[in-house]
């Protein structure tokens, strides 16, 4: 038994030939063996291993090599046409033909008829009569993609079809044709093209061979949460209703309306869903009676509700050349998908809406820009892989909105302001307004503050620097003494200030003389909880002497308040 946690993947085309006559995905560049094919060669190219149609005019262009029809026989191929199959523009795919050119006794599948219910199409060469047709509209879209799985078996041929979007393969056609494809002959393509098409025929993995029977399990490729506690496991080949007994466990949650469909197992969960679960399945076959026995972690992801998900930094005003970012906060336990979600700026009615998935784990921190990498770049304090790419909305410098909403439910607003950074700032190009406190109201200007110059004015995808244990009384701390030396012990005195939001910062040290020695910080703007450093050094560069210095920090604010301490600390040398 498989334990894995689970997981979404992309399943290729699955095949159960094993081809004992030939097999082609074109990773080898060339067309002349494994197999040799025949047939206007130069009309084709093979480019990152895709088998492509390059003509220089309109016309017919084929390519065929030999194989042996025996009973119980497969073919396999995939392939894309750039454009919605006519008349004019067709593939012929011959499954058998007497004849190398496919003039006489050629069993072959058509694309390609004028009208929009154009099917594949199962025809006998050279009297094109049709032995039956596949459904309707299969291959009238444009482009069409489909990868084919094609049997013949006791007399009877049968086709399925699946597109890049399907989890298994759909029966199209299955009709009595008899022995007449038993024995040596050509298989091939037939590309009838214009000249606006004579490049837009695609191929790969095309096989051919005796089948051998598939003893491969089922496979899960995706779980699916629907609301009311309802689960969808998509398998990725068809499920025998008749035969399956499926058996559920979830650990340590209790399951209700267990239902099997062609190729889903449905189930509800008894109550409020966990975050995370064990799920046992057993006793689902596939056709073939293999069996399905495998255990998942199953980690749901839930839709975002109001008071899930709050606004939590924005840039508005980038420096030249930087760019917007609006950070995003849960305050949930649950993990929620932001597929679906808007974010909008009301004063300019521009929006745009998330629309892939976009996981934000429990109590996660997310940025959302339209450029992941100049946002990493320009912030050190930056977590790369919680930004993601989102062509924002335009904000206005100045003042503007920024609102979430999922649906018609109304996330969060916040009417920013230039007027809300620190006043005490030069300069407030490229400083993000970060929001001091998850519990008082988003639309309070004193919610925010600029963050603050020791993380480089902003903080996208991490925690927010206005984060404060800061209650009534601000703190400065340091230790009495350091010692340089590079040893690794005490090698800097680290400066521990909470202020609160919104405070700078000045720090002078001198030494026992009271002769000044150097500024190490000159109206830094501050965050909640600092560490600012002094490694020694003095302004020149040098290694201060030996001795006692007074360290004066000095904290102050645009209202006005302000906090200052001064402490006598020893550079040492080594400190015993």
């Not at 399905?292 to 199953?298: A, P, Q, R, S």
């Not at 020791?454 to 003494?481: H, K, Q, R, W």
């Amino acid at each position: 038994m498989l334990l894995c946690r689970f997981f979404t993947i992309s399943l290729l085309s699955v095949s159960s030939i094993a081809f004992s006559q030939f097999s082609d995905d074109f990773a080898d560049g060339e067309l002349q063996s494994n197999p040799a094919w025949m047939g206007e060669l130069d009309d084709f190219v093979v480019e990152n291993g895709v088998l492509n149609l390059n003509a220089a005019e309109a016309g017919i262009s084929q390519l065929m090599t030999t194989i042996e029809v025996v009973d119980d026989y497969e073919w396999s191929m995939s392939f894309n046409l750039d454009f919605s199959p006519s008349a004019s523009n067709q593939l012929l795919i011959h499954l058998w033909s007497e004849t190398e050119n496919f003039s006489e006794n050629s069993l072959t599948l058509l694309l390609g008829e004028n009208g929009s219910d154009d099917a594949l199409t199962l025809v006998e060469l050279p009297s094109n009569t049709i032995l039956a047709e596949g459904i309707p509209t299969r291959v009238a879209n444009d482009p069409v993609e489909l990868d084919l799985l094609i049997n013949y078996n006791n007399s009877f041929l049968t086709v399925q079809s699946k597109t890049p979007d399907e989890a298994i393969f759909t029966e199209e056609i299955e009709v009595f044709i008899g022995d007449r494809i038993i024995g040596n002959g050509f298989f091939g393509i037939e590309c009838r093209y214009t000249a606006s098409r004579a490049d837009r025929f695609f191929f790969d993995d095309i096989a051919a061979g005796v089948r051998v029977p598939d003893q491969r399990a089922p496979i899960i490729l995706e779980s699916a949460f629907i609301p009311d506690n309802q689960f969808c496991l998509t398998v990725d080949e068809a499920i025998d209703l008749d035969n399956s007994n499926v058996q559920l466990n979830a650990t340590p949650t209790e399951l209700t309306n267990i239902a099997l469909n062609a190729n889903q197992i449905k189930f509800s969960v008894v109550g409020e869903v966990p975050q995370e679960f064990q799920l046992d399945v057993s006793g689902v076959f596939d056709l073939a009676g293999n069996e399905l026995d495998t255990v998942l972690i199953i980690a749901p992801t839930f839709n975002p509700e109001p008071g899930d998900v709050l606004i939590n930094e924005i840039l508005f005003n980038p420096r030249t050349d930087g760019v917007d970012f609006v950070e995003l906060i849960s305050t949930s336990s649950r993990t929620l998908d932001l597929q679906n979600l808007t974010i909008l700026n009301s004063s300019n009615e521009r929006q745009v809406t998330i629309n892939s998935p976009l996981v934000i784990p429990p109590f996660g921190i997310i940025a959302l820009t339209p450029d992941p990498q100049e946002t990493t770049s320009a912030y050190p304090a930056a977590i790369a892989e919680r930004i993601f790419t989102l062509n924002l909305p335009a904000f206005n410098n100045g003042d503007g909105n920024v609102t979430i909403q999922f649906g018609d439910q109304l996330l969060d607003e916040f009417d920013y302001d230039e007027d809300f950074h620190n006043e005490l700032l030069d300069e407030i190009d490229g400083v993000s307004l970060e929001r001091i406190s998850l519990t008082e109201p988003t639309n309070d200007s004193d919610n925010w503050t600029s963050a603050s110059e020791l993380v480089g004015f902003a903080t996208p995808g991490n925690s927010n620097s206005t984060l404060s244990d800061f209650t009534n009384e601000m703190s400065i701390e340091m230790n009495s003494s350091f010692s340089p030396n590079g040893d690794n012990q005490d090698d800097e005195l680290e400066i521990l200030i909470n202020a609160g939001s919104g405070f700078l910062a000045a720090i002078d040290i001198y030494n026992d003389s009271g002769s000044h020695m150097l500024t190490l910080n000159n109206n830094t703007l501050l965050g909640g909880n600092n560490v600012l450093v002094w490694d020694g050094n003095l302004e020149n560069g040098d290694r201060a002497p030996i001795g006692i210095y007074i360290i004066h920090v000095s904290l102050f604010n645009p209202e006005g308040a302000t906090e200052s301490k001064k402490q006598a600390v020893a550079l040492r040398d080594f400190i015993d």
